[in-house]
């Protein structure tokens, strides 16, 4: 299925090389959106949300298709893959994805654990003079323009092995995770063992046993239905899942000055809405999860300390995974030490 999907795709894609003719005719820049999550997800919502603006304010000489739901990729790292060969030209990847591309291991700030309180911490500092100097390095060594994050959620952890009282309920357990090594360290210092599976095959993995539980955020257990292959989560909220925008420079450079102008007028309302859209769905996930029947635990402060104490080494002695001056000026931006 997922042949014939990738071989229709190029078809269209050949198809779209040839330039729209006529007397007159302004010319219509295609702009392909891929995604791995599905259309009730608020990325994709997001999505539709972009290509809908962005389609009004170009009077349609800027057209949008979406390609959602694995159809064009299996994970993350493919989709920013996709934008950099310009086969798609507009994705979104979690800033360790980011950092594997451009080799820009900066963008590993976001991984340590418990170092955002919220996402009013995250936006800060996306949206500040450090996030406009991550976005140069990448475009300059990648040909990626990104613009801005939101945050999928923050992570939780859920197994079928019981209750997930302390970081003891995880003992020996292989969680899987992303392949961040900050996120894989955090499960480390829980005492389970981190376990990478590609996204578009943790369903298969869970069912299998593969794996023994995941570390992702409460909306995509939602999303993705995890909640089948799961029974016990607990709220860890460790780190984000923290999403960056991203568009193929050369695409973008591509366009005239009065397309760049509603590109460029579209991000912030997009940004806006996405942002919007993850902190409604992150509200209602938990209680539709407990609706499906799963036992979710929420700690205390108290308890949650105990998590919080277990991975405080992480900021500190491994501060060079993403580099002692940035993880001291976002510390310093959000005043901690």
């Not at 997922?2 to 007397?23: D, E, I, M, T």
């Not at 999505?47 to 064009?72: A, C, H, M, W």
């Amino acid at each position: 299925m997922r042949n014939k999907a990738v071989a229709c795709f190029a078809l269209a894609l050949l198809l779209l090389s040839f330039p729209a003719s006529g007397h007159g005719a302004e010319k219509v820049y295609e702009l392909r959106m891929t995604h791995l999550t599905t259309t009730m997800d608020p990325i994709h919502l997001g999505y539709d949300f972009f290509k809908r603006t962005i389609e009004e304010k170009s009077n349609g000489r800027i057209k949008v298709t979406i390609f959602p739901n694995k159809q064009l990729s299996n994970s993350d790292n493919e989709n920013a893959e996709k934008v950099q060969q310009n086969i798609v030209q507009m994705s979104s990847a979690p800033t360790s994805s980011l950092a594997a591309i451009g080799k820009i291991n900066e963008y590993k700030v976001f991984d340590y654990a418990f170092l955002f309180a919220n996402n009013q911490e995250l936006y800060k500092v996306i949206d500040s003079e450090i996030g406009q100097e991550l976005s140069a390095m990448l475009e300059k060594k990648t040909g990626i323009k990104t613009f801005g994050g939101f945050n999928l959620g923050w992570c939780v952890i859920s197994t079928n092995k019981g209750p997930i009282e302390s970081p003891a309920s995880l003992k020996g357990l292989k969680i899987r995770t992303m392949n961040a090594d900050l996120m894989m360290e955090a499960i480390r210092a829980f005492g389970a063992n981190p376990t990478i599976v590609n996204y578009g095959e943790l369903f298969t993995a869970c069912q299998q046993g593969t794996v023994d539980g995941i570390m992702t955020s409460s909306t995509l257990y939602v999303s993705d239905r995890f909640y089948e292959v799961q029974k016990y989560m607990g709220c860890t909220n460790a780190m984000p899942i923290f999403h960056i925008p991203m568009v193929n420079a050369k695409w973008y450079n591509s366009l005239p000055a009065d397309l760049k102008k509603a590109f460029d007028d579209t991000v912030p309302l997009y940004l806006e809405a996405v942002r919007q859209y993850e902190e409604d769905y992150q509200a209602a996930a938990l209680k539709k999860l407990k609706e499906f029947g799963m036992e979710v635990k929420e700690y205390t402060p108290e308890e949650r300390q105990v998590f919080v104490d277990a991975a405080a080494y992480i900021s500190r002695d491994k501060a060079d995974i993403a580099g002692k001056e940035i993880v001291a000026k976002v510390k310093a931006m959000l005043g901690k030490q």
